[in-house]
């Protein structure tokens, strides 16, 4: 017990416990199977960015760019799709294939230029976003194949309020993010040597892992996330609009920074990064059933991110002490 009152997850996992109390004491509609049921297809799109950026901030980087990665690929798919047709395998491996391309572009420029990650990543953020408008112009989409527009619904079934539920698009693409996230970064080598990459860069030169390749995985694995992330949020919206998403990477580095994932690499967990995306989305919808102003969720949420940050911060600091 001592040792689990040690790991950042366990006082995580303890905060969202409180939360779900306090939240099901002061409100009616929190543990309601619809709230719950929209909370977590709401927040499928932040599971899997999040997963995605866990990967790269193991790694010892960054990657700023996810949300013009994620529009880019969204608008590509829908107007490819529009003139070959296809089905949802198809629309994946469009959405995916973009994302992969563009992260593959950061990672080589990260290499190559040897400067900081998060640099080369607000850069190409501003550059992905700045083609995105002059090709299209601003112009949203709104034409989906009929196929996409009603499929993508297992299990469904209309309850007696008259909405429908099943395991719709979203959680399918998060529970299988989720499932391929952990495989890769727990029991693969692939895995074990981004760990390794993220503590220490210059030993992991040494005894032979490639840098080059393994940036190459970390943000091309960001780039299919962000294609992956495309394809849930059109289907959520049935629309793309251009500069729908301007803003949101703070939110998913948000989440993951407050699962416990080190900003400088090497430490962090799947584990927690997941329970720090439920910690958000609990926050949130919580403080929007109790009627809190946006401006007190986004002040709240800032000042629960910098108290976790403190809190691992210190706890890595004890951990060093006592060796």
Same mark, same amino acid.
């Given at each position: 017990?001592?040792?689990?009152?040690k790991r950042?997850?366990?006082?995580?996992a303890?905060?969202?416990?409180?939360l779900f109390?306090?939240l099901?004491?002061?409100?009616?509609e929190?543990?309601t199977?619809?709230n719950l049921?929209d909370?977590?297809n709401?927040y499928a799109?932040?599971?899997i960015l999040?997963?995605?950026?866990?990967?790269?901030?193991?790694s #010892?980087g960054i990657?700023?760019s996810?949300?013009?990665?994620?529009?880019i690929a969204?608008y590509g798919?829908?107007?490819?799709l529009?003139?070959i047709g296809?089905?949802?395998?198809v629309?994946?491996?469009?959405?995916?294939?973009?994302?992969i391309l563009?992260g593959?572009i950061?990672?080589?420029?990260?290499?190559?230029?040897r400067v900081?990650?998060?640099?080369?990543?607000?850069s190409t953020?501003n550059?992905f976003?700045?083609?995105l408008?002059?090709l299209s112009? #601003?112009?949203w989409?709104?034409?989906f194949p009929?196929?996409?527009?009603q499929?993508g619904?297992?299990?469904?079934y209309?309850d007696?309020?008259?909405?429908?539920?099943?395991?719709?698009?979203?959680?399918?693409?998060?529970i299988?993010v989720?499932?391929l996230?952990?495989?890769i970064?727990?029991?693969?080598s692939?895995?074990?040597?981004?760990y390794a990459? #993220?503590?220490?860069r210059?030993?992991?030169?040494?005894?032979?892992f490639?840098?080059?390749k393994?940036q190459?995985?970390?943000y091309?694995?960001?780039?299919l996330?962000?294609?992956?992330?495309?394809?849930?949020?059109?289907?959520?919206v049935?629309?793309v609009?251009?500069?729908s998403?301007?803003?949101?990477?703070l939110t998913?580095?948000?989440?993951?920074?407050l699962?416990?994932t080190?900003?400088l690499g090497?430490r #962090?967990?799947?584990?927690?990064?997941?329970?720090g995306v439920?910690?958000l989305?609990v926050?949130q919808?919580g403080?929007?059933?109790?009627?809190?102003?946006?401006y007190w969720q986004t002040?709240?949420t800032?000042?629960?991110?910098v108290?976790?940050?403190?809190a691992t911060?210190?706890s890595q600091h004890?951990?060093r002490?006592?060796?």
């Amino acid at each position: 017990m001592a040792e689990l009152k040690k790991r950042h997850e366990f006082w995580l996992a303890l905060l969202i416990v409180v939360l779900f109390v306090g939240l099901a004491w002061r409100s009616d509609e929190f543990l309601t199977f619809g709230n719950l049921y929209d909370l977590a297809n709401n927040y499928a799109m932040l599971t899997i960015l999040a997963c995605g950026l866990f990967v790269v901030l193991i790694s #010892g980087g960054i990657d700023i760019s996810f949300p013009a990665m994620t529009i880019i690929a969204q608008y590509g798919m829908v107007l490819l799709l529009q003139k070959i047709g296809g089905n949802f395998a198809v629309a994946f491996a469009l959405a995916g294939g973009i994302g992969i391309l563009l992260g593959l572009i950061n990672a080589l420029l990260v290499n190559r230029l040897r400067v900081p990650s998060i640099i080369i990543t607000i850069s190409t953020l501003n550059i992905f976003y700045g083609l995105l408008l002059w090709l299209s112009k #601003g112009v949203w989409l709104y034409d989906f194949p009929p196929w996409f527009e009603q499929g993508g619904m297992l299990f469904k079934y209309t309850d007696a309020d008259g909405y429908d539920y099943g395991l719709g698009l979203p959680l399918i693409a998060m529970i299988t993010v989720v499932l391929l996230t952990a495989f890769i970064m727990n029991f693969t080598s692939v895995g074990r040597k981004i760990y390794a990459l #993220g503590g220490n860069r210059e030993s992991a030169s040494r005894i032979g892992f490639s840098v080059l390749k393994l940036q190459l995985f970390v943000y091309g694995y960001m780039g299919l996330m962000s294609g992956a992330a495309g394809v849930v949020q059109s289907w959520t919206v049935m629309t793309v609009a251009p500069d729908s998403l301007l803003g949101y990477e703070l939110t998913v580095l948000a989440a993951v920074v407050l699962g416990g994932t080190s900003l400088l690499g090497g430490r #962090g967990t799947l584990t927690g990064t997941l329970l720090g995306v439920v910690l958000l989305a609990v926050m949130q919808n919580g403080l929007n059933l109790l009627g809190v102003s946006s401006y007190w969720q986004t002040l709240i949420t800032g000042i629960i991110i910098v108290a976790s940050i403190s809190a691992t911060a210190w706890s890595q600091h004890q951990n060093r002490s006592l060796l």
